[in-house]
């Protein structure tokens, strides 16, 4: 089963920072998604990649497959960017994916 | 854009009911899960489906059963609710079976267990 770790668990900041959340797993894979959930529940897909670098909006995503490293970046935070962030990995459980356990953040304005 | 509904967003149950939690997903997605999400476990899979009337044990289904008659619907069946139950409950689709496939998320339904 592919171990997942995210770090760091919690950060709070402040509105315009840079942010970088990391995530680590234990076996190679063929892609890595980063979802987001406000509060409230609903969860979205952000990412879907399995090398190189993503874009959309203020958000970056980086995967390095070799050292099996995916980073979220987000540019210009903002308070509306607080939510809880979560990466997940094919390798364990029934459906394939294994779940980080999040990093919840909270931008202050 | 793909809309996955789930039918309650706050639910309080007793201990011993029976509870049944609806989702419906709008695109034709093959695929549709149930997860639960507790606070420090992240998201564990329950049952997931990949066709109709077929249903497929997650990581933890003790407790749980499931029902897929129509493709667009895949309900979550807690024959005797416990408290150790009461959690997120997630539902997901994805258009075909693999862990490439984008994710589509239900707003989750938060079921307290008295």
């Known amino acids: 089963k592919n171990e997942v770790e995210q770090s760091p668990q919690n950060l709070t900041a402040q509105e315009g920072e840079f942010i970088t959340i990391n995530c680590s797993y234990s076996v190679g894979i063929s892609a890595l998604h980063w979802l987001q959930q406000h509060p409230g529940g609903g969860i979205v897909s952000l990412f879907m990649l399995s090398s190189g670098k993503k874009k959309h909006g203020r958000l970056i995503a980086t995967i390095n497959i070799q050292e099996k490293h995916s980073s979220l970046h987000i540019t210009a935070s903002h308070p509306r960017d607080s939510a809880v962030y979560i990466c997940?990995?094919?390798?364990?459980?029934?459906?394939?994916?294994?779940f980080g356990k999040g990093t919840h953040l909270i931008i202050q304005p | 854009d793909v809309k996955v509904t789930q039918s309650s967003r706050y639910l309080v149950k007793r201990t011993g009911e029976k509870v049944f939690l609806e989702c419906v997903q709008d695109m034709d997605h093959e695929n549709m899960f149930w997860y639960r999400q507790d606070p420090g476990l992240g998201l564990r899979l329950i049952y997931f489906?990949?066709?109709?009337?077929?249903?497929e044990k997650g990581d933890i289904p003790e407790g749980y059963s499931v029902s897929r008659e129509k493709k667009e619907r895949f309900s979550l069946i807690l024959e005797s609710a416990s408290t150790n139950q009461t959690s997120m409950y997630l539902c997901?689709?994805?258009?075909?079976?693999?862990?490439?496939?984008?994710?589509?998320f239900g707003s989750g339904t938060q079921l307290s267990v008295l």
């Open positions: 997901a689709s994805s258009l075909i079976r693999g862990a490439d496939e984008k994710l589509f």
């Open positions: 997940a990995v094919p390798g364990g459980g029934a459906d394939g994916l294994t």
């Open positions: 489906s990949y066709d109709v009337k077929m249903k």
